[in-house]
C-alpha cells in the first residue's frame, strides 16, 4: 500500500516552503489570516462528516472524557513541547533559524489529531481525503513559517513523511481487525477532534487537542465492550 496521502502532505510542505522562502517576510499577514480562516471552516465540515458517522454516542462521548481526562494527566501538551526542545537542543547547526524552523515546524506538521486520523483513516479505509486537507492547511503554513524561518522548514517533510506513512502502513497491514462499527466509532471520535483543529484555526477557542489524542485509543477498547454488553443484554 502506497502512502498517497502523507506523500502529497510532504509534496505540499515542500512547495509552501520554497515560495515562503521566496516571499521572506513579504507574506501578507491579511491575506494569511483570510486564507486561514477559510480553511479552517472546510476542517469543521470534514470534521463534522466524520463525526456524523457515530453509531454508539455514549462510547465516543467516554472516549473524549477518559481520554481528556487521561492526557491531561499525562500532560501530554507539555511532554511534546519538552521533546520538541531535547531535540532542538541535540541538533547542532551553525544557523539558529534553520534549526528553529525545523523543529517547530516538524511538531506543528507531526502532533496533531488530523496526522494520527487522517493516517488511520486512509490506512483503513483507503480514504486519503483528511490527510489531503491538511496538505492544504499545511502548504500555506509552510509558506508563513518559511517565510519567517527560512529552508529549515522546508526538511520537515521528512519527518512527517516517515511518521504518517508508518501509521497508514500500520493501519493498512492490521485493518482486518478493524470491524465496520469499529471504523465508524473511529473516525466519529477522530472527527470531533478534527472539529476542534477547526475551532482553534478559527479563533474562537485554543482546545488542547495533544492532551484529546488518548480518546482515540479509547474508543478502540470501548467499542467492542459496548457491542459485547449489548449482546449479553440482548
Known sequence: MIPVGSLTNAAAIILGSLVGCMLHSRFPE?????????LGL????????????????????FSILFGGISGEILRLDTLFERL?????????????????????ASLIFCIGAMSIV???????SGDPTVLYTKSILDGFASVALAS??????LFSFIPVLLYQGALTLFAGAFQGYFPPELIAQLSATGGLLIVGI??????????????????????????PLAAGLKALVG
Open 148 to 153: 519567517t524561518f527560512g529552508s529549515g522548514v
Open 118 to 124: 487522517g493516517s488511520l483513516e486512509e490506512g483503513v
Open 30 to 38: 491579511r491575506i494569511r489570516t483570510i486564507v486561514f480562516q477559510g
Open 84 to 104: 520538541g526542545n531535547r531535540f532542538k537542543t541535540a541538533l547542532k547547526s551553525d544557523n539558529p533559524k534553520f534549526t528553529e524552523g525545523l523543529i517547530t
Open 198 to 223: 477547526g475551532i482553534t484555526l478559527l479563533e474562537i477557542k485554543e482546545i488542547r487537542l495533544s492532551n484529546l489524542l488518548p480518546s482515540l485509543i479509547f474508543v478502540v477498547v470501548l467499542t
Open 42 to 61: 472546510c476542517t469543521l465540515l470534514i470534521g463534522m462528516q466524520m463525526a456524523f458517522k457515530v453509531q454508539d454516542i455514549l462510547v465516543v462521548i
